[in-house]
């Protein structure tokens, strides 16, 4: 029973409060490691094979260090007092939900889009985005805000309740762990999981592997995406068309799915430093994008994730009253 309240604490706690600036976050003391081992190895290995060695021993140290780390903190604060474990677990797995991130981030950009102030929406969204920002046009900018909110429901909400579930169903692990296991990866990925160098060969193992541990997160929720939109078998069609000419894995399949449900079209060219780089279309452009199809895709997400929260919940309920059905007992 601790575990389904710890899940609902985080999950208040990351609607109402998420991520609150200047307060420290596991986030960015991984970035810290990240960014000075990277600095490293970019120093002391100059050959790609070294360098793929070393993005192995990157990925392993952090990832595995992160789940460690976790699931030290939640052993001593146990022992120290039950509230403060509670607590504390609470915290650091809101940390790792991103849903009032998402929210908060598209608002920003949002709201001087929509009073007429275009300036200061692409600076604004140039916080958020890798592309170029000073020359899109109010379409391309609310592309820009959909195709953000909807590729990031997967790895920055869904992933992390999939992996905090899976570990509380383990004997001895818990929901912290394997959460913040998996967003050790996805900032791994985020940091170095690029082709362009100097990360072309450090960071191939992160990028491979987050989209392997995104692969399973990314299709369920596709399919609770389809199944809430009451059209699972349109939208599941459409993603089969589109969403494999992605060169992701993954993002290709979570936009797909929001596009299909709101009846819009994501992909097309991006801007990086004045270079132009194609991406598929996705979904079917039936009528352009609004602001009110972003706060669409906002509360999907967010009914997705209360879906995957009382399944979780019911879950670990009944492998509590009934041990032996727990799938990793021995």
């Known amino acids: 029973m601790k575990s389904s309240v710890i899940l609902i604490i985080a999950a208040l706690l990351d609607y109402c409060i998420g991520d609150p600036w200047g307060w420290p976050h596991p986030v960015q003391v991984m970035g810290w490691i990240i960014s000075r081992l990277t600095k490293f190895f970019i120093s002391v290995c100059q050959h790609p094979l070294t360098q793929r060695i070393a993005g192995i ?158 692969w399973l997160p990314c299709r369920l929720t596709v399919i609770s995406l389809a199944l809430l939109s009451g059209k699972p078998l349109d939208v599941w069609r459409i993603c089969y068309r589109d969403a494999a000419k992605d060169p992701s894995p993954n993002s290709g399949w979570s936009e797909c799915a929001y596009a299909a449900i709101l009846g819009v079209q994501m992909g097309g060219t991006n801007f990086y430093g004045g270079v132009p780089k194609p991406k598929p279309l996705l979904g079917d452009a039936i009528h352009p994008i609004t602001p009110s199809d972003i706060q669409t895709a906002l509360l999907l997400t967010r009914y997705c994730f209360l879906l995957w929260l009382a399944i979780a919940i019911a879950l670990l309920v009944i492998l509590v009253s009934k041990p032996t059905l727990y799938p990793f007992s021995s």
Request: charged share 15%.
């Open 57 to 214: 021993l990157l990925a392993i140290t952090l990832i595995i260090g992160s789940g460690y780390c976790g699931w030290l903190i939640m052993k001593v604060t146990q022992k120290w007092h039950p509230l403060w474990g509670i607590t504390l677990e609470s915290i650091l797995l809101a940390s790792c939900f991103a849903a009032k991130s998402l929210r908060t981030a598209a608002e920003a950009v949002l709201e001087p889009l929509t009073a007429g102030n275009l300036a200061s929406a692409r600076d604004v969204l140039s916080n958020y985005v890798g592309r170029d920002t000073q020359q899109l046009s109010e379409p391309e900018i609310l592309r820009a805000v959909l195709e953000t909110v909807t590729e990031n429901a997967t790895d920055g909400v869904m992933a992390p309740l999939f992996y905090a579930t899976l570990g509380a169903c383990i004997p001895g692990v818990g929901l912290i762990p394997l959460a913040l296991a998996y967003k050790a990866s996805s900032t791994l990925d985020s940091m170095v999981g690029y082709r362009e160098a100097p990360y072309t060969y450090l960071g191939w193992f992160s990028a491979r592997l987050e989209d392997y541990l995104t």
